[in-house]
């Protein structure tokens, strides 16, 4: 009985894999035209979006528009931009009357000291 069932299987696959084969090539010989049409189309989309840029294109150039000022295009250069002021800033800016402040040297001896205590 099991045999049976075996044999049915394979006639079975095998029938259906002579269908799907026929329906394969019939499906090869219409790929060309309907490819011929989707770009057919493509090419009609593309004609009436050019026109359509065209129109949008002719109608911001008639209108007037405002000097903007450019905005920068990276977030870092726009908070630049924020944080420093258009305007020069004050010429008694900062004290000139300072006095030259003492310029402290290092001492090689202590920091020897300290890396050998460190290890």
Do not use: W
Request: with cysteine; aromatic share 6%; hydrophobic share 35%.
């Amino acid at each position: 009985m099991l045999d049976y069932l075996y044999a049915l299987s394979l006639l079975s696959i095998t029938i259906t894999l002579f269908y799907l084969t026929k329906s394969c090539f019939n499906f090869k010989g219409e790929i060309p035209h309907q490819g011929e049409e989707i770009t057919n189309r493509i090419e009609k989309v593309h004609g009436v979006l050019d026109e359509l840029t065209d129109i949008i294109n002719d109608f911001a150039q008639s209108i007037p528009m405002p000097d903007i000022p450019q905005t920068p295009s990276h977030p870092f250069m726009s908070i630049l931009a924020n944080l420093i002021s258009p305007t020069p800033s004050a010429l008694g800016h900062g004290n000139k009357t300072q006095e030259e402040r003492p310029i402290h040297e290092i001492d090689e001896t202590n920091t020897t000291q300290t890396q050998d205590e460190l290890s």
